[in-house]
């Protein structure tokens, strides 16, 4: 996390990706970019100071607390507009913006709205664009995962439609991103079979946080060392009960299970909703 991973401490920055009108060699981008504080201070200090373990452990959960204090004021804010977030987290290259621009052009029943984080450029906000979607990207400099005031401000420039669902691509970091609540519904961990059986084991902390765990790019199961069975066990290893779902994002394979989920998590969450007000009533 961020008092020892040693990540920077430069501010976030909130950046809408606009439509451009011609190709003069310039990233406009920046005239919109929304900049924040970010008031918790990231790796070791200056001129190396020691600082106790005692005292470390004491600095990471008063961050933590504050953390989840606005990730509830988040998941509150979301709730009331019928909004389900989900909190989209991998290592690089595992397929999560190819996963979403998929989901985006196959879902057409809601609206659909994205939240991009990465530590730069609009790259990845401009895919998601050309889908037509709603779209803001998060650039964390030398930030190593969104957290709940990043949401904060995100939402705040998003104004995602009611009802619709919420993506966030968390930057690609199978670490830090387990330990901040953003005040999504869920976490959902991607895999790709390209990085190995074992990343359960590697990362449990992720595993053990997220609701799902998909494992894309199937279609290469032929050709790489991957064993589907073991990987699914190490994940039920450290996280007894969680759903695995395998998929191809480029063959489409395994996608109906995918959005079946998303479907699940829909109804359960209004069922909730409704149970919760009767009760108030």
């Known amino acids: 996390m961020c008092a020892t991973c040693g990540c920077g ?13 011609h190709d003069d060699g310039h990233d406009h981008s920046s005239e919109h970019d929304h900049g924040h504080p970010h008031d918790h201070h990231h790796g070791p200090g200056a001129d190396h100071v020691h600082v106790p373990a005692t005292e470390t452990v004491s600095l990471e959960l008063k961050v933590l607390a504050k953390n989840d204090e606005l990730a509830q004021h988040n998941r509150a804010w979301l709730a009331e ?33 994205v939240i991009e984080g990465d530590q730069a450029t609009l790259l990845d906000a401009e895919r998601i664009k050309a889908t037509g979607c709603r779209v803001v990207q998060i650039n964390t400099g030398a930030g ?7 949401m904060y401000r995100a939402l705040e420039t998003l104004d995602p439609a009611p009802g619709a669902l919420l993506f966030v691509e968390n930057v690609g970091n199978l670490v830090c991103p387990a330990l901040f609540d953003l005040g999504e519904r869920d976490k959902v961990v991607v895999i790709s079979v390209t990085e190995g059986t074992d990343k359960p084991l590697k990362y449990p902390h992720m595993f053990q946080a997220a609701s799902l765990v998909l494992i894309n790019k199937i279609d290469l199961l032929p050709y790489v060392d991957f064993d589907l069975d073991k990987c699914r066990a190490y994940a039920a290893s450290v ?14 394979e395994g996608m109906s299970r995918w959005y079946d989920w998303l479907a699940a998590q829909r109804r359960e969450a209004r069922s909730a909703a409704l149970e919760e007000a009767s009760g108030r009533a």
């Open 9 to 21: 401490d430069d501010a976030a920055v909130i950046r809408v990706p606009h439509e451009r009108h």
């Open 144 to 150: 190593c995962h969104l957290d709940a005031e990043m």
């Open 81 to 113: 507009r019928d909004i389900l977030a989900f909190n989209m987290t991998s290592s690089p290259g595992a397929g999560k913006t190819t996963l979403l621009e998929r989901t985006i052009r196959d879902l057409d029943e809601a609206p659909i709205a």
């Open 239 to 252: 996280h007894p009960g969680v759903e695995v779902l395998p998929i191809s994002v480029t063959t489409g």
